[in-house]
């Protein structure tokens, strides 16, 4: 049996991993999750053997509680989901005391939670990104796009004028990746790679509808000029197992707007369709066969994915 420690319990992502570990493996995997919130406000808390109520992941407090929970509870694997808990992930990386954890991360995961390094590290091997900006000189009005450096998901992420950059402050701007403006639709590649057998699969998903900023319908599809940047992008990472990012058109071709060293709640739309990465991400971590959770999609090949939202009663008290 494979303990594995799942960070973030509380997110999408998160949620989505237990899900397809448990409807894969059963019994066979002991999941620990762990979240800021009590059990009662964390679905995957239902999908979990043991439950942590935790610090938040940036709090000293909580790399001493994730270290004692890897002991306590012989931990083989832990997956960090948030940028904070992969800087805390390479402490642990570096203590020989874990020398036999598998860390679903590494220095350079770590390094690429900043969007400005990840632009750099991503030019560096070839990638295309969209065009930083530099607004001095530029009409007051002229758009571009802005996200956090240290940002999670699209928080943060927006179109802004040049006027509006003006009016912010030095720290402020120094906290921000400034680029050109792409054009949509945005497109999410789950991308499997695995870095010991050059094994590379990428799967596209266009988003149909958004509601309040989840994706309610979506085109699975594949992309060859995509599929090609996953695997540039899977070698330079060294990546055993699933990441997503995004891309969208800019002036020639497709440019990758971001880059999650993690897969993301919307993942789960894709191993809905047949193409499990969730569980291949495992199984390749694991030294299992992945072969048969993931497939090459055709060119012209393609899947329409709806969602609904699910209920589930966690708590009832009288």
Partial sequence: MTAILLGAAGTGTSFAIASRLRAVWGDEVRIVSVDINPPELVTASLLSDIFVQVPFADNPAYENKIRTIVLSEGIDVYVPILNEEHLVAQNIIGDPNFGGLDVWSSELYARCIDKELADQFLKSIGVPTPKIIDPVGLSPQAECF????SGFGSKGARKV????LSDLSKSELESLIVQEVCEGPEVTV???YDAQMDVSFAYCRERIEIKSGVCTKARVFFDPELADIARRIGKGLQQRGTICFQAM???NGWAITDLNVRSGAGTAITCSAGFDVL???FACRTGQNYSKFVRQLAVDEEFIVTRQYTEFVMAHRQ
Avoid at 146 to 149: F, G, I, Y
Avoid at 161 to 164: A, C, L, M, R, T
């Fill in 161 to 164: 004028s040049v006027e509006e």
């Fill in 190 to 192: 789950d991308s499997f």
């Fill in 279 to 281: 569980a291949a991400a």
């Fill in 146 to 149: 802005v996200k956090p450096r």
């Fill in 249 to 251: 058109r800019a002036r």
